[in-house]
């Protein structure tokens, strides 16, 4: 699956670098991944969330949240947002 606006994640961990590791390893996950619906991503991700047409990821022991819109039929997932907790 193709992620879309990475340049918001390299925005983040340039303010917080101890994020860059979650980050990169959460994009290379999804990069690897075919996912079809929802219940394929919660294969990769158990902890994921979905609501109001979005997903959201606890990534790096729930210490940053990351959001995003998931276009399974042309394989992408837009971020839409990260922010620490």
Same mark, same amino acid.
């Given at each position: 699956?193709? /992620?879309?606006?990475?340049?918001?994640?390299?925005?983040?961990? +340039?303010?917080?670098?101890?994020?860059?590791?979650?980050?990169?390893?959460?994009?290379?996950? /999804? =990069?690897?991944?075919?996912?079809?619906?929802?219940?394929?991503?919660?294969?990769?991700?158990?902890?994921?969330?979905?609501?109001?047409?979005? /997903?959201?990821?606890? =990534?790096?022991?729930?210490?940053?949240?990351?959001?995003? /819109?998931?276009?399974?039929?042309?394989?992408?997932?837009?971020?839409? +947002?990260?922010?620490?907790?």
């Amino acid at each position: 699956m193709q /992620v879309i606006h990475w340049g918001r994640a390299r925005q983040f961990f +340039q303010t917080d670098e101890k994020a860059e590791d979650a980050l990169e390893r959460w994009r290379i996950a /999804v =990069l690897a991944s075919q996912w079809k619906d929802f219940q394929d991503l919660l294969a990769t991700f158990d902890t994921a969330r979905y609501a109001d047409g979005k /997903v959201t990821f606890d =990534l790096k022991a729930d210490a940053i949240r990351l959001t995003a /819109v998931a276009d399974y039929k042309n394989d992408k997932l837009y971020i839409r +947002q990260i922010s620490n907790y």
